[in-house]
C-alpha cells in the first residue's frame, strides 16, 4: 500500500503564475487535509476535504487558493497569482475517517 | 480556540542520554487526541506517538513516551537512549475527537551529540 504521495516535490513558480498541487491519498482514504509550513514553523490546518465536498477550509485564505478532491484522481490545491508569501511547503495528508493523518513528503513552493 | 505551545524552540542532548520535550494546549473539550511528530531533514512527517485523551495510561512506543497531565493540559515527550538518527524537528499536536481539524505547536528542534 503506497503511502500519500505528492507531487511536484518540488514547484518554482514566477510571481502572477499559478501553481498547482496534487495528492494522492492513501488506498483506501476518503479524507484529505491540506497544511502550510512557512519556514521554522509548524504546519497550519488550510483545508479539509472529503471526496468532491469540502468539509472545512477555514484555514485557507478566502482569495487566490482553492482546493478540490474529484470523484476520481487526486486532490488538487490550486495557488493563482501567486505571490513571494506564498513560498513555503505544502503538505497534504489522508485518513480513512476520522483517525489517523498520514502525511505526505510535501510540495515546496518558490515564488521568484 | 485550541492553541499548541511548544515552548522550547531547541533542544540538545547526548547520544544515548534522555531528553523531555515540553507541549502544553488549551482546549474547552474533553476528548481529543494528542501526537508527537517528528520531522527529519527530509521534511517528511512521520507519527511518533498519540494519545487518546480519555486513557490515563501513558502512551508508549520503544524509546518513545509522554507524560500526559490532563488537568495541566500538559504532554511532554521523553526520548531515553536517544540516537543520531532522533535529530530532527519535534511537533506536538492536538485534534479533537469529533473533528479532523489537527492544531501543531511551533516545534522544537532537536541536536544529538555524538
Known amino acids: 500500500n503506497a503511502g500519500v504521495m505528492q507531487n511536484p516535490r518540488h514547484l518554482v513558480r514566477r510571481r502572477g503564475q499559478e501553481a498547482r498541487l496534487r495528492c494522492s491519498p492513501m488506498?483506501?482514504?476518503?479524507?484529505v487535509y491540506w497544511y502550510r509550513q512557512l519556514p521554522e514553523e509548524g504546519l497550519k490546518f488550510m483545508v479539509y476535504?472529503?471526496?468532491?465536498?469540502?468539509?472545512?477550509e477555514s484555514g485557507m485564505p478566502k482569495e487566490r487558493f482553492s482546493a478540490e478532491f474529484p470523484k476520481e484522481g487526486p486532490s488538487i490545491l490550486r495557488i493563482q497569482q501567486v505571490v513571494r508569501g506564498d513560498s513555503a511547503a505544502y503538505f497534504c495528508?489522508?485518513?480513512?475517517?476520522?483517525?489517523?493523518?498520514?502525511f505526505g513528503p510535501g510540495t515546496r513552493l518558490t515564488v521568484t | 480556540a485550541q492553541t499548541v505551545t511548544q515552548s522550547q524552540p531547541e533542544m540538545s542532548v547526548q547520544e544515548a542520554e534522555t531528553v523531555t520535550l515540553s507541549c502544553t494546549y488549551d482546549t474547552s473539550e474533553s476528548d481529543y487526541y494528542l501526537f508527537w511528530y517528528k520531522q527529519p531533514p527530509s521534511r517528511q512527517m512521520i507519527l511518533v506517538i498519540r494519545?487518546?485523551?480519555?486513557?490515563?495510561q501513558n502512551a508508549t512506543e520503544n524509546r518513545f513516551s509522554v507524560n500526559f497531565q490532563k488537568a495541566a493540559k500538559s504532554f511532554s515527550l521523553k526520548i531515553s537512549d536517544s540516537q543520531l538518527g532522533d535529530a530532527a524537528m519535534y511537533f506536538c499536536a492536538y485534534r479533537p475527537s469529533n473533528n479532523n481539524d489537527m492544531r501543531f505547536g511551533a516545534g522544537t528542534r532537536l541536536t544529538v551529540k555524538p
Open positions: 495528508a489522508s485518513s480513512p475517517w476520522t483517525g489517523e493523518q498520514y
Open positions: 476535504l472529503q471526496k468532491e465536498n469540502i468539509i472545512d
Open positions: 494519545q487518546e485523551a480519555y486513557k490515563q
Open positions: 488506498k483506501g482514504h476518503s479524507h
